[in-house]
Nanobody, 122 residues
Framework: QGQLVESGGGLVQAGGSLRLSCAAS????????MGWFRQAPGKEREFVAT????????YYADSVEGRFTISRDNAKNLVYLQMNSLKPEDTAVYYC???????????????WGQGARVTVSS
């Protein structure tokens, strides 16, 4: 039984940067498209970014396009989300997830991490 574990969350001032990591154990991520989602207090979980298995096509939500970058290192079984120019509205719990297909749909993702909290102060 594999798992995904996020790390790198924390408190940052608006305009700052954070890098989230997602470590996979018990399964290889090389056969999965990987995605990041987020859930703000009182809101539904929403799509942030996704990256295909190979050669690494990416797609972003409009709200983060140009500020966030998703990447992956299949050899290390890691996925990253580099977040720059952070805004208070980026405050949320960020989840890493794995899907058999390249998708922006939450229901397409079969395996989820427990989440990493990101708080952006104004």
């Amino acid at each position: 039984q594999g798992q995904l574990v996020e790390s790198g969350g924390g408190l940052v001032q608006a305009g700052g940067s954070l890098r989230l990591s997602c470590a996979a154990s018990g399964r290889s991520i090389s056969t999965y498209a990987m995605g990041w989602f987020r859930q703000a207090p009182g809101k539904e979980r929403e799509f942030v970014a996704t990256i295909s298995r190979d050669p690494g096509h990416t797609y972003y939500a409009d709200s983060v396009e140009g500020r966030f970058t998703i990447s992956r290192d299949n050899a290390k079984n890691l996925v990253y989300l580099q977040m720059n120019s952070l805004k208070p509205e980026d405050t949320a719990v960020y989840y890493c997830a794995a899907s058999a297909k390249y998708s922006v749909l939450l229901d397409s993702y079969n395996f989820w991490g427990q989440g990493a909290r990101v708080t952006v102060s104004s």
